[in-house]
Every structure is written in C-alpha cells, then in structure tokens.
C-alpha cells in the first residue's frame, strides 16, 4: 500500500488535502490524472447501468436534504459505530466492532479484545453518530440542524414519486446517482480506502416484492462482471454474504463484493435486498402515498429495492493495487501501473526522440490529432527512457515516438508500456489503430 501511496503523490494522481497545512485527517485531493481516472471509473459505470440498458434513469440529488429524511431512514437514530478508547498508553480510539471482526478471524475471543497498537485496556463502547451536522440560516437555533448525507440513496427515494411519474417506468426498474457522501469515520483510513468524503455510485432497483430473491442475485452477478470488465484481477475478487447479526436495519439480505486490498480482503461494494424498509418509512414520515399502482391489473403495492452501492475512491484504489507492478528493463528497475486501456488516465504519449530536425513539430501534429479521439500527451522533456518511465508510471499504454525515420517516410514507433514490443506503422491510420484496440477486450 506504501508504495501505490508514494506513486500516487509523486506522479499526482492522489495526494493528502490541505497539505500546507499539514492534512486533515482521512481526506485526500485527486490531482490530473486521479481525475482522469475517476472520469474513466465513472463513465463505465454509467455506461453500465444507463448507456446499456433501458430499465434505469440517472439522478442528481441533493447532499443536504429535509432532516427529517434521516429520521425516517433509521440515520438519525441508528447510523452508528461502537467507539471505544484505549486505557492504556497510547489512549488511541478503534471500533470496537473491527477489533472483534479482526479477533474472530485470527480465532481469538472477540470478548477479550485489548489496544491492537499498545494492548491496554479498552473502555465501553460508545455509540457515535458517522454523520455530519451543520445548520441552516445565521444561528443555530431549534429546527435548523441539517446534515451532509452519509449516503446517496435516499435522495434516490424521496424522488421515487416523482421518478416514477416524469420517467413512464414501472419495476422492475431502477435509479441510479453519483455523487459525495460524508461520515465522520473515526478509525484510521488506509489511504483512500475510507475517507471522511467519497462518492458512491448507487442505484435503487425496485421490484415486484415477489421477483426480489432473484433481482438480488442478478445484480450481485452483474456488478462482480462489471469489476472484471474494468481488468480487474476476478482471483483478487470474492462474495462474501452477510450473517444476520451483521445485517443493517433495513436489509434482509446483503452480499458484499470483496478484494484483496494490501490491507486483506475488504469490501468494495455492497448489494443489499432493502426490501420495503425504506419507501415505507418516508412514506409514514411525510404522509405521502410511494407505492406503485398497476394501471392494467389496479394492483397496488410497495415495491422492494435491490441496492447495489459501490464506492467510486475504493474502485480507483482496487484499479491502482491490481495494476500496480514493479519490473526491471535493461537491469534498471521500473515502476507500472498495468491499467486495462480504457482505464488509464492517458492512452497514448507522443514523444519525438529529439528536439530537433521537424520532429517535436511532427509530434505535435500527430498529438492534436489524436487527442480528439483519446486522451493523449506530448512530452519533449527529458531522455526518451525518463519519459517512458513517466509514462508507464501513470499506466499509459501506448507510447509513439517520432523520430528521423518519420522525417523520410511517415512512419512512427508504436511501444507497448507491458510487451515493451515496438512496432513501425504509418502515422496515417494511427488514430483508427489505437481506438480500435480501446474498445477491445
Ligand atoms: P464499511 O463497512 O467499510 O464502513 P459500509 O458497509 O458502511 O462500509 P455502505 O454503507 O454499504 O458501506 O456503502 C457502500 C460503499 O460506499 C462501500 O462499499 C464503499 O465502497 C463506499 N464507502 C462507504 N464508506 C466509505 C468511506 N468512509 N470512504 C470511502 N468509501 C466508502
């Protein structure tokens, strides 16, 4: 994990937030090409569940919504962590319930659990809210307490109503949002791993109560699919299905989604049967009818809602570790991020070898050409090989290079950033050769 954190800070990519100031805790700011790389994450998942299908709409919700939508969610009441403290040395604070996760699977007492960083005592747990509150208006008085929404989906179920109208959809059908969400998250954070802000990409699926079982194992399929199409290593990935004494309020059944983070496995995304918890509870709060009525049939009902709920930060970090490889060319050592094409923040690089003899003005040429199909760059600093190795270290595939050759007869070199093979093609046809490898497997 070390190492993918020092990549991402030296080449920019992700680095601590308000640094200057020496960091806030658990929050960090993506630079160039972390953005570029969420970009990717984010339009696959769109594609995904939009572009591909006719069954879901996007959304756009609010981070601050009525307060009230938190009393009926279960949040207000409900959305906590056991805290507890350390008595000894160190006085540092855990939760309690990773430290008994943690117990049990090293086949210890999960009743016994002491500091893991001093081994001192540890005090009763206290439960602590995750979400964060502020106000609205110039004081804070009797009724103006709102909070940052620790998730996206019940923005998605307040608009069930007026989804259902505007969009002429009847379920099975599905909205889908991206956007932040905040938790006052008090454990370490393992890099972006768990953040006090993220964006999740959720999506409610709601169903005729009775197709539920099998909407829930449709989407866990699809979704576990999905992290393979992104080049994902599927040995790094597995299900894990909740116990019940780990269940959340509203679900009735959840299967996470795991992968073998640096840290061991850990999830990556939830897919929950929500059931009709939560349509009921905002429909009992705001006295509002949110069932659906059959036109043809005159059946009523409160559909179920299969929620799969990934994190777009814990995509990125899964994409950084599985690509991230180390290997050594002419018995010099390099750094690589082996990023499936569609996913690297740039896909090719043009570098004319010298800086001379027309070829950084070929270079050019070719670059602004390209760079209307893909995302490219033009790179004359430095030898040829520290501008590979910058290049391979932000997981660019492709790597043209123009040189006296091309001056005479319009060919360029084509390096592939993992075979290290070079192949001579004609610059015309470059651009159709290049999208035409993106959009394969
Ligand atoms: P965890 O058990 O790790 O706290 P969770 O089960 O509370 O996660 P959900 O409420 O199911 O998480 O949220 C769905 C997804 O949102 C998670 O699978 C994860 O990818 C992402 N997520 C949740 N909390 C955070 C966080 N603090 N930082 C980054 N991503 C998060």
Redesign the pocket.
């Known amino acids: 994990m070390d190492e993918v954190v020092a990549l991402c800070k030296r080449r920019g990519l992700i680095f601590p937030a308000s640094e200057i100031y020496g960091g806030i805790a658990n929050t960090y700011d993506y630079g160039h090409y972390g953005v570029l790389l969420k970009r990717n994450v984010t339009d696959a998942w769109w594609k995904a569940m939009i572009q591909e299908r006719d069954d879901i709409v996007a959304l756009d919700s609010a981070i601050i919504q009525h307060p009230r939508t938190w009393e009926a969610s279960g949040h207000l009441a409900g959305f906590s962590d056991p805290l507890v403290q350390c008595l000894g040395k160190c006085k540092k604070r855990w939760r309690l319930d990773h430290l008994q996760e943690a117990a049990v699977e090293a086949g210890e007492d999960p009743a016994a659990v002491r500091c893991p960083q001093c081994g001192g005592e540890l005090t009763e747990p206290r439960a602590f809210n995750l979400m964060f509150q502020t106000n609205i208006g110039p004081v804070q008085e009797e009724g103006s307490t709102v909070f940052l929404r620790p ?1 996206t989906a019940q923005g998605i179920f307040l608009d069930f109503k007026t989804t259902l109208q505007y969009a002429r959809k009847k379920p099975p059908f599905g909205i889908a949002q991206i956007g932040k969400s905040f ?1 006052n ?1 008090i454990t370490p954070g393992n890099f972006i ?3 006090l802000e ?1 964006e ?1 990409m959720e999506m409610e699926f709601f169903v005729p109560p009775d197709e539920a079982p099998n909407w829930h194992e449709y989407w866990i399929n699809e979704r576990l699919e999905w992290y393979v199409s992104l080049g994902v290593d599927r040995d790094k990935l597995r299900l894990r299905p909740h116990g019940p004494e780990e269940l959340s309020h509203y679900s009735s059944a959840t299967s996470d989604i795991e992968y073998l983070f640096p840290i061991g496995w850990s ?4 897919i929950a049967n929500r059931g009709d918890f939560d349509l009921k509870q905002h429909a009992e709060h705001s006295g509002q009818k949110l069932d659906y009525v059959d036109t043809a049939t005159g059946d009523r009902y409160v559909p179920y809602v299969i929620e799969p ?3 777009l ?2 995509t990125v970090l899964t994409l950084l570790c599985d690509a991230y490889d180390e290997d050594e060319i002419g018995g010099e050592q390099r750094t690589v991020l082996r990023l499936q094409p569609s996913m690297a923040p740039i896909k090719a690089a043009v570098l004319p070898l010298v800086n001379k003899d027309g070829q950084p003005e070929k270079a050019r040429a070719i670059y602004e050409e390209l760079r209307s199909r893909m995302s490219a760059e033009y790179d004359t600093g430095g030898s040829i090989g520290k501008r590979y190795r910058r290049q391979d270290e932000i997981g660019t595939p492709w790597g043209i290079t123009v040189d006296h050759q091309t001056m005479e007869d319009d060919t360029v070199t084509l390096r592939d950033r993992d075979t290290l093979e070079q192949v001579r093609l004609p610059v015309a046809g470059l651009a159709d050769e290049l999208a035409g490898r993106l959009e394969r497997p």
């Open positions: 998730e938790r998250e791993f768990r953040t993220f999740q999830e990556l995304e939830g709920a990934a994190g930060g814990r």
